[in-house]
C-alpha cells in the first residue's frame, strides 16, 4: 500500500508542476520539479534537538543535496493542538491566502489521536477539510503524520495497547477525510527502533520530544514519501555515518512494508 502511496505523491508533484514526462525522462523531470509543502504541528515537528534544524529544515537539507528543491511553509507552535493552530490563526492564514501545495502535513498533538480521536475527527472534518481542498494542487496529498507513543503509556496499560490505539485512530482518521490522504508512518519506524534498542535513542528524557536521531528518522520517512524514493542513500548530515545508515535503513523497511 506505501508503494502505492508513494508513487502517487511523486505522480501528483510532477503533474502540479506541469511536467509531462514518461520512462526515465519522468524521473529527471520529477527531480527538477520543486515541490511546495505545508507543515501543520507543533514541537514534534518543530523541536531542534542537537540539529540546530527543526523536521522540515532537514528533509529540505536532504532534498538539497539530492538536488531537489522543496518550498517550506511552517505553522507550527509548541503545544499546540490542530485546533488551536486554526483558532489562534497560525494554520489558517496559509490555508486561506490562495497559495496552493503539493503536500499538506498535519501533526495532532501527541497525545491526541490515541487518546481523544473523536475530538480529531471533529476538527479535521470541521474546521480543516474545505481549506484544505481549496489549498491542495491538483494531484496533491494530505499527509497525517502518526505521532510516536510517549515513553508513559498512560492512560493505556502498555506501550502496546498505545500503539495499537494510534494505529487504529489514524487509519479511522485517514479514511474519514474526503480528501487524498496518506499517513506518514513515522510510530511504526519508532516501534522498529525501540524493539531492538529502547527509547533512549529517539525520545529526550521529558518522555516525550525527538532527538536529533528521531528528527533524522522522521525526516527520512517525510523525504521519501513526498520524492517517491527510497531514502536510503540520503545524506549523514549531523549523524555518524553508521548511526545515520541505520536509520535509513529503517525509514526504507518501514515504507516499503
Known amino acids: 500500500m506505501l508503494r502505492k502511496v508513494l508513487t502517487l505523491v511523486l505522480v501528483g508533484a510532477v503533474a502540479s508542476a506541469g511536467l509531462v514526462a514518461s520512462g526515465s525522462a519522468e524521473v529527471t523531470a520529477a527531480r527538477s520539479a520543486a515541490i511546495d509543502v505545508l507543515f501543520v504541528g507543533n514541537s514534534l515537528i518543530g523541536t531542534r534537538a ?4 527543526d523536521t522540515p529544515d532537514v528533509i529540505r537539507e536532504m532534498a538539497r543535496e539530492r538536488g531537489r528543491t522543496i518550498r ?10 490542530l485546533q488551536k493552530s486554526w483558532d489562534t490563526g497560525l494554520s489558517q492564514r496559509p490555508l486561506t491566502a490562495g497559495r496552493r501545495y503539493d503536500v499538506i502535513l498535519l501533526q495532532e498533538f501527541s497525545v491526541l489521536v490515541a487518546t481523544d480521536p473523536g475530538r480529531v475527527r471533529r476538527t479535521l472534518l470541521a474546521t480543516y477539510t474545505q481549506a484544505l481542498a481549496r489549498s491542495l494542487k491538483p494531484g496533491g496529498r494530505v499527509i497525517l503524520f502518526k505521532n510516536w507513543a510517549l515513553v508513559n503509556p498512560r492512560p493505556f496499560g502498555s506501550r502496546a495497547a498505545n500503539v495499537a490505539a494510534i494505529d487504529t485512530n489514524y487509519a479511522r482518521l485517514a479514511a474519514a477525510l474526503p480528501l487524498p490522504v496518506a499517513i506518514a508512518p513515522v510510530s511504526d519506524a ?3 527502533v525501540v524493539a531492538r534498542r529502547g527509547t533512549t535513542p529517539l525520545i529526550v528524557k521529558d518522555g516525550k520530544h525527538p532527538t536529533g536521531q528521531a528528527i533524522y528518522l522522521d525526516a527520512a520517512i517525510l523525504y521519501g514519501m513526498f ?5 536510503a542513500d540520503l545524506p549523514n548530515l549531523y549523524l555518524r555515518a553508521d548511526t545515520a545508515r541505520y536509520l535509513r535503513e529503517v525509514a526504507s523497511r518501514t515504507l516499503a512494508a
Open 72 to 81: 517550506v511553509t511552517k505553522a507550527i507552535r509548541y503545544g499546540s493542538t
Open 190 to 192: 519508532f516501534e522498529s
Open 227 to 231: 520524492f517517491g524514493e527510497s531514502p
Open 50 to 53: 542537537i540539529t540546530g534544524a
